[in-house]
Structure formats: C-alpha cells, structure tokens
C-alpha cells in the first residue's frame, strides 16, 4: 500500500506530524496530530520572535472556521444559496442585511463558484427589506466600516468587513444573553 492510500485510510485524529524547526541556536522537535504540533510551533516561534507574538496581538482576522463558528446560529448555506436562518424573526435590517452578507462570505470561502459579495438587487431580493430602507442601511454599514462597497461589470457589489465580523458578532452576543 503506498503512503498516500495509507494516510488516506487514516482518520485526521490518526494522523502523526513530526516537525523539527530551528531557530539559531534555538531547536525542538515536535510530534503529534497536525493541530498539536501547529500549535506548539507557533508557541515555539511567538517565545523566539517575541516581534512575533506582538504583531499577532495587533492583528485582527477571522478564519472560515472562525467565521462559522460565531453565526452558525444565524444562517445556513442552502441549495438555493446562502441565507439568513432565525426562528425569532426579532432582527433589525441592519442585522439581517450584515448576516446575509457573513453568509455569503461563508458561501464563498467554502462553495466553489460563490463570490463574497453581493449586490443592491440580490440583497433586496433575498431579505425581501425595502429597497430605500436596504440602501439607507447599507450607506450607514459602509460609513462605519462594517461594508465595503466595490464596483464589479458596473454594478455596486458589498461585502462585509472583518470590522463589520466583529461588530456583528458583539452585537448579537450581546442581544441574545440572558
């Protein structure tokens, strides 16, 4: 059997890493599951390059993981698309129209062919809002940096911002405690 049938047959929590990493005089030798041994080389490199770590602390970015993580509450990626899912119905346009866009980021990062943006139309059609009350809304995402708004074949295509993630996520955090 070659090794890539192997590895292939073996589940990712069977699966070993075995990584050995120096740093001048500095060297470790890390084995694991590849989760483990990322882990232990990034505490690795941030102890070693403490410029590192610092930057790490000043950087703001969330994976697809991240992403899915904090609104898979909120929305779901369906045949017909990405779209919001709640059974309250208790959010605002401004939350609604912010979710559709995370959806679509999700749709785009996970689905081949998906973009992750979405235009003035699409998003009318989707969240059914009305069309001033959408625009409105979305000038106000935009002026606060939650929206990015890009200009794509001559049409106006928006997309949520990792300031906008983390907005939205606070946001919602905070309307659902208890």
């Known amino acids: 059997m070659s090794n890539e049938t192997q590895m292939a047959a073996l589940s990712p929590k069977e699966l070993k890493l075995s990584v050995i990493v120096s740093l001048g005089d500095a060297r470790a030798e890390f084995s694991g599951t590849p989760e483990i041994v990322l882990q232990s080389v990034n505490s ?8 590192i770590d610092l930057a790490r602390k000043l950087s703001m970015s969330f994976s697809t993981k991240d992403v899915v993580e904090k609104f898979k509450d909120f929305v779901r990626i369906t045949p017909e698309g990405p779209r919001v899912w709640t059974q309250d119905g208790k959010l605002s346009d401004k939350e609604q129209i912010a979710l559709q866009l995370v959806a679509q980021k999700i749709a785009a990062e996970t689905r081949e062919g998906a973009t992750p943006s979405l235009s003035l139309n699409s ?13 409105s809304r979305l000038s106000e995402m935009t002026k606060s940096g939650y929206v990015t708004k890009e200009t794509i074949d001559d049409k106006s295509q928006f ?10 996520s606070s946001l919602l955090s905070r309307k659902l405690k208890p």
């Open 44 to 51: 690795f490199v941030s102890k070693n390059i403490p410029e």
């Open 159 to 168: 997309r949520m911002t990792t300031v906008g993630i983390d907005w939205l």
């Open 123 to 135: 998003l009318q059609e989707i969240t059914s809002l009305n069309p001033k009350s959408l625009s």
